[in-house]
């Protein structure tokens, strides 16, 4: 079957960073995304990673390596506005997105 | 980047009625937009898959006679929710993917509905 893992909660201090790792198992395979979703609110876009390696975007970074089957997202001087859900999605042979249940991130000052 | 709409954000009823959400791609065309349903803490649930001039591709275990889809053009896919129940209390969100090759989705604002 088809498996996302993420980490359920984390917690960080603000200025400091944090890394959320995502694992997956896919039939097929076309890209994994990261994105941010606050409370009450509906996911914004973060990354897509489709070949390994890191890509960089300000305070966010993403890593993927696809033999590993794995993905990580690196947030950096952690801001207290960073607290929010950080869902792992991956894009299998049709395209489907398949969600992985997001971890809840806790920012403490 | 594109932009999804989705109204409303909010809406109460009352049980037995029905709701209708809609959802709305402002400045780009969508042949395929997705319905979610997230509960509480929980990821988002795939419930059907529309596709602009056909019938809606609903995931398992979703009623489609309760979840009634229409998507009529290319920038407007409608759900909606008949007889509701407290039980279909929930966030509903829809997505539009984007004309970049990228695959990227793009989220409405959600839509929270409360049925007492």
């Known amino acids: 079957g088809q498996n996302i893992d993420q980490p359920t909660e984390m917690t960080a201090t603000e200025g400091a960073i944090v890394q959320i790792n995502c694992t997956y198992q896919t039939s097929g395979f076309n890209g994994l995304f990261w994105y941010q979703q606050h409370a009450g609110e509906a996911p914004t876009f973060l990354s897509y990673n489709v070949l390994d390696g890191l890509e960089e975007k300000g305070r966010f970074s993403s890593f993927l390596s696809r033999s590993k089957g794995y993905s990580y997202l690196l947030l950096k001087e952690l801001q207290m506005k960073d607290s929010a859900s950080y869902l792992c999605?991956?894009?299998?042979?049709?395209?489907?997105?398949?969600w992985g249940a997001g971890t809840k991130l806790i920012i403490k000052p | 980047g594109a932009v999804v709409s989705q109204h409303p954000s909010r809406v109460i009823c009352k049980s037995g009625t029905s709701v209708k959400i809609e959802c709305r791609s402002l400045d780009f065309q969508a042949t395929t937009m997705f319905w979610y349903r997230q509960f509480p803490k929980k990821s988002l649930m795939l419930m059907a898959t529309s596709n602009e001039g056909s019938k809606a591709t609903y995931e398992q275990g979703v009623e489609k006679d309760k979840f009634l889809i229409n998507h009529a053009s290319l920038t407007l896919s409608t759900l909606t929710v008949t007889s509701a129940h407290p039980e279909d209390s929930s966030f509903y969100i829809c997505?539009?993917?984007?004309?970049?090759?990228?695959?990227?989705?793009?989220f409405g604002e959600g839509s929270r509905l409360t049925v007492l």
């Open positions: 997505s539009a993917r984007g004309s970049g090759d990228t695959g990227e989705l793009f």
């Open positions: 999605a991956v894009s299998d042979s049709n395209y489907q997105l398949i």
